[in-house]
Antibody, heavy 125, light 107 residues
Framework: EVQLLESGGGLVQPGGSLRLSCAAS????????MSWVRQAPGKGLEWVST????????YYADSVKGRFTISRDNSKNTLYLQMNSLRAEDTAVYYC??????????????????WGQGTLVTVSS | DIQMTQSPSSVSASVGDRVTITCRAS??????LAWYQQKPGKAPKLLIY???SLQSGVPSRFSGSGSGTDFTLTISSLQPEDFATYYC?????????FGGGTKVEIK
C-alpha cells in the first residue's frame, strides 16, 4: 500500500523558516515525481512545487519561488520542502502527493494520487 | 497561467439525485484534467483523470467528460458518502492550477 506521511509543520514567526518532510513507502520512490500542494484555512487547493523522480527538475508556483526549495533523498524515500522568509499568507495545511504514474517519453501524468494526511504550517507572531 | 473556473460553487441535492459540476479552462488543455473529492479534515482523493478515466476503486456513479476548455463531473445517483467538496485540476502545464471548488450539500 502506498503511504505518504508528512511532518515538520508548526507555528513559526513571519520571516522564519521551516522544513517539511514527507516519508514515502509502498512504491519505488525514485520512479515518481512528487509534489507539494497547500490549502489555506477554509480555502481551496493551491499547487506549490513539483520535483522529478531523479530530482533533476523542479517547478514552483510564483507565490513561493525564491523562498521555498523542494528536494528529495531517494535513498531515504523522503521528500522535503524548505520554506524560508515565511509570510502570514503561507499559513496552510501542506500536503505531499505522488504523481499517479511515472513519466514516459516526455509526458508526465500530473495527477495527484495518493496524498498524505497533511501537516499544518501557521505563520504568526 | 491557466485559470480554472468551476460552477456552481455550491449545490444542494438529495440522495439519489443526479449532480453535474462544470469546470472551464481559460485556454485549451486537451484532456489534461482531473477531478478530486475532499471531505472535511481529510486529504483530497483522485476520482477522475485524463478528463474521463475513472481512478481504480472509485464507484462507477462518478463520470467525467469534456475536452479542450469545457469539462463536466457527473454523479449519477448521489449517495450519503458523496457529500463533499469537489475540485478540478488542469495538468496541461505548469503552474498546475485548481478550480475554486464545488461544495455538494444535503438538501
Amino acid at each position: 500500500e502506498v503511504q505518504l506521511l508528512e511532518s515538520g509543520g508548526g507555528l513559526v514567526q513571519p520571516g522564519g523558516s521551516l522544513r517539511l518532510s514527507c516519508a514515502a513507502s509502498g512504491f519505488t520512490f525514485s520512479s515518481y515525481a512528487m509534489s507539494w500542494v497547500r490549502q489555506a484555512p477554509g480555502k481551496g487547493l493551491e499547487w506549490v512545487s513539483t520535483i522529478s523522480g531523479s530530482g533533476g527538475s523542479t517547478y514552483y508556483a510564483d507565490s513561493v519561488k525564491g523562498r521555498f526549495t523542494i528536494s528529495r533523498d531517494n535513498s531515504k524515500n523522503t521528500l522535503y520542502l524548505q520554506m524560508n522568509s515565511l509570510r502570514a499568507e503561507d499559513t496552510a495545511v501542506y500536503y505531499c502527493a505522488k504523481y499517479l504514474g511515472s513519466c514516459s517519453g516526455g509526458s508526465c501524468p500530473r495527477w495527484f494520487d495518493p496524498w498524505g494526511q497533511g501537516t499544518l504550517v501557521t505563520v504568526s507572531s | 497561467d491557466i485559470q480554472m473556473t468551476q460552477s456552481p460553487s455550491s449545490v444542494s441535492a438529495s440522495v439519489g439525485d443526479r449532480v453535474t459540476i462544470t469546470c472551464r479552462a481559460s485556454q485549451g488543455i486537451s484532456n489534461w484534467l482531473a477531478w478530486y473529492q475532499q471531505k472535511p479534515g481529510k486529504a483530497p482523493k483522485l476520482l477522475i483523470y485524463a478528463a474521463s478515466s475513472l481512478q481504480s476503486g472509485v464507484p462507477s456513479r462518478f463520470s467525467g467528460s469534456g475536452s479542450g476548455t469545457d469539462f463536466t463531473l457527473t454523479i449519477s445517483s448521489l449517495q450519503p458518502e458523496d457529500f463533499a467538496t469537489y475540485y478540478c485540476q488542469q495538468a496541461n502545464s505548469f503552474p498546475l492550477t485548481f478550480g475554486g471548488g464545488t461544495k455538494v450539500e444535503i438538501k
